[in-house]
């Protein structure tokens, strides 16, 4: 199990060189000189990790927490990324979660498309891992990127709502863009999520976890 490190930091809105990379050449007023994104911790795949665990900084510092994923590669083909969280900082994921999850597909000899609610990946009440995106690919060009947010985990009187949106590309040679949403159903304090395939190992990517200001 690989555990993300923690390199607490903020990016810099002159950082971006708006002139330089887009381009941008009139006055910009009213923008800060941090973003509202602070760096908490970063998972970088050694190649051989069964999960990815993020077991600090989860907490009441913020009330909203982003997890951007980049390059996420699997082990075998045709693998499903997935997630889940803790509320006893990762000795279990095991909460309850009601979810919604609908996709959009296109496949390279344009023979297949569609925008479709998917009724195998929701869960009514589940404990179990919840799909982010189905069928990934293990070639050496395929991977999943995307995000997902978490909102005020550390809140006692209210569920845990997630929304995430993440592009992969699918084993059978598909663009496949996930659309995942739901809650979930505790009132105890987030304080950990897990990261990893239904099967076989994560063998590349980074996971950056941030907080929001």
Do not use: R, W
Not at 105 to 112: F, K, L, M, T
Not at 156 to 164: L, M
């Amino acid at each position: 199990m690989a555990t993300a490190s923690t390199s607490l930091s903020k990016i810099k809105a002159n950082s971006l060189n708006l002139a330089g990379t887009y381009g941008f050449s009139g006055t910009v007023s009213g923008l800060a000189d941090e973003t509202p994104l602070v760096l908490i911790s970063t998972f970088t795949s050694d190649g051989s990790d069964a999960t990815a665990s993020f077991t600090s900084g989860i907490d009441s510092t913020y009330k909203e927490y982003l997890f951007v994923f980049n390059n996420i590669h699997c082990e075998t083909n045709d693998k499903v990324f997935q997630f889940n969280v803790s509320i006893d900082g990762g000795s279990n994921y095991n909460v309850a979660k009601t979810t919604s999850f609908f996709e959009a597909y296109h496949n390279e000899g344009d023979s297949g498309t569609a925008l479709t609610y998917n009724t195998g990946t929701d869960l009514a009440q589940g404990t179990g891992f919840q799909t982010l995106l189905n069928g990934l690919g293990n070639g050496n060009d395929e991977s999943v990127s995307g995000i997902l947010k978490l909102f005020n985990p550390s809140s006692t009187t209210f569920v845990k709502h997630f929304i995430a949106t993440l592009q992969g590309y699918n084993h059978g040679d598909y663009s496949l863009n996930e659309f995942v949403a739901g809650y979930a159903n505790t009132t105890s304090a987030i304080n950990a999520v897990q990261f990893k395939m239904n099967s076989g190992e994560i063998q590349g990517g980074t996971i950056d976890l941030f907080g929001v200001v």
